[in-house]
């Protein structure tokens, strides 16, 4: 009887589901949410989520894997997860998100300008630029967040997979 083995694709899914889902409860029952919990929350789950993988694929396929084998499909499974995480971070960031208050620019303005590099013209067009673009920081953020964790996480699940060679 041939394995039936569940892709990379449904785990990826999956596991960015899991992380979206946190994050909107987190929306929920904190406002603003900390971006450290928000991080480090994104970092559990992708790292718990990798390591499942890991060992579930090494299961489905009968245990005979080398390292290689196993280490791959994590880390091709978290290159799916930082994609589809990366894709959920500009969606939310550009439309659901709300944009940076007044508060949060004149608090950029002043920092620009307690920097002693620009005028307060030049401070608000920086801060101004920078409220236009904070997207870019926090899309790679989260490429970044999600790729260390599932590096490791596949590298453990890896290493902790019986072998049958």
């Known amino acids: 009887m041939e394995r039936k083995i569940t892709s990379r694709v449904t785990k990826g899914v999956?596991?960015?589901?899991l992380i979206i889902l946190a994050d909107i409860l987190l929306?929920?029952?904190y406002h603003p949410v900390p971006d450290g919990i928000r991080y480090l929350l994104r970092l559990v789950i992708?790292?718990?989520g990798i390591l499942v993988a890991c060992i579930l694929?090494?299961?489905q396929s009968g245990g005979g894997l080398a390292f290689g084998d196993?280490?791959?499909h994590g880390f091709k499974?978290?290159?799916l997860v930082a994609?589809?995480?990366a894709l959920y971070t500009f969606i939310a960031i550009k439309w659901i998100y709300p944009p940076l208050s007044t508060a949060d620019m004149n608090a950029a303005v002043k920092a620009i300008e307690l920097q002693g590099n620009a005028l307060h013209e030049e401070a608000v067009q920086l801060a101004t630029q920078a409220a236009k673009n904070r997207w870019i920081i926090y899309v790679s953020l989260s490429i970044f967040a999600s790729m260390v964790p599932g590096l490791i996480a596949s590298l453990l699940g890896a290493a902790l997979t019986k072998k049958n060679r």
Do not use: D, R
Request: cysteine-free; proline content about 0%; overall charge positive.
């Open 14 to 17: 999956i596991i960015t589901g």
């Open 27 to 29: 929306q929920k029952m």
């Open 46 to 48: 992708v790292f718990a």
């Open 57 to 59: 694929y090494s299961k």
């Open 70 to 72: 196993v280490f791959s």
């Open 77 to 79: 499974t978290t290159a």
């Open 83 to 85: 994609f589809f995480l």
